[in-house]
């Protein structure tokens, strides 16, 4: 009997070519999109409407049906008043991983099992082992470039189970000439970049609309103070462009000034020109660590990444009695921001992550 395979599908270019490969290799596919946002504020540009606009066209391209569901509840819920809450603390948060682990290898993976589902597949840049022994593992995709297991490092292996990947080992200039060869639609479409629900609009005055603002100090390591922002909860460790200081051209030192840490508390934005070794770390802890698959014990030796396409970092892990993970490297690394997540490999095998503290 053939299988049948829901593909989340976005409108992009990535996920019609899943579902177009899932189709060639003869199976049963569906595909469904996920409305995840709905704009209130009637500000900014929200692009649900295109995107399924694309989704119609592609599955009709290529003969599926096509469903839309809707998350936007579940996804203000568990989403985006975690985004809130973290920069209310004054961190930088990941939204993405949370959608991942929450929505759509979550409540839509959960629906499209209830719709007759053997598989779910989506078009993220990752590698899947689907062991003999039962286990279930993630892994990096061929193109390191496009790899996107960063943002899946708080999936189960459960939820991961019945999960297909078809672009594991396909690079992203060879999915665009798939979809020019499939005739889609949206072959040359841009990739979607930021924040889903932010779109195109101003980051800041979006922000403003969730958080609360107000101007404070800028200052430098030795409190002298240099200057005013717009509010504390914008910026982020090692940023260097956007709080109106800056080294000029012609003056002695024209060196950029960076963002070395947020007095949230007390709205002060500290400010260093050039590089220090403050902007510098050795070392992090995590909040209690997630393990995909299997963990592994205190003192493995590991390789990490503290941001999306970061080049991977040697690096050893210690775990603590409440299962924090303490990340040592190799080489101090740039700008660790509280709130984004450390993931952790082994070889090409994620083993999870953890939320930077």
Known sequence: MTKTVVVGMSGGVDSSVAAALLKEQGYNVVGLFMHNWKETTGEGCCTAEEDFTDVRSVCDKIGIPYYSVDFSQEYWNDVFMHFVDEYKK??????????????????????????????????????????????????????ENKDQTYFLNQV??????????????????????????????????????????IGERNFRAFLASYVPMKEGEIRTLDEKVIGTHKGVYYYTIGQHKGFGVGGKQGEQNCAPWYVIKKDVINNVLYVHQGEIPELYSDKLTTEPFHFITDPVPSGTRVLARIRHRQPLQPATVFFTDTGEAEVLFDTPQRAVCGGQYCVLYQDNVCIGGGCIK
């Open 90 to 143: 004054g961190r930088t948060p990941n939204p993405d991983v949370l959608c991942n682990s929450k929505i759509k290898f979550g409540v839509f993976r959960d629906h499209a099992m209830r719709i007759g589902a053997d598989y779910l597949a989506t078009g993220h840049y990752c590698g899947i082992d689907h062991n003999a022994n039962g286990k279930t593992y993630l892994l990096r995709a061929q193109d």
């Open 156 to 197: 189960t292996s459960e939820q991961l189970s019945n999960v297909l990947f078809p672009l594991a080992d396909i690079p992203k200039p060879t999915v665009r000439q798939l979809a020019e060869k499939y005739g889609l639609s949206n072959a040359k479409k841009k990739d979607s970049t930021g924040v889903c629900f």
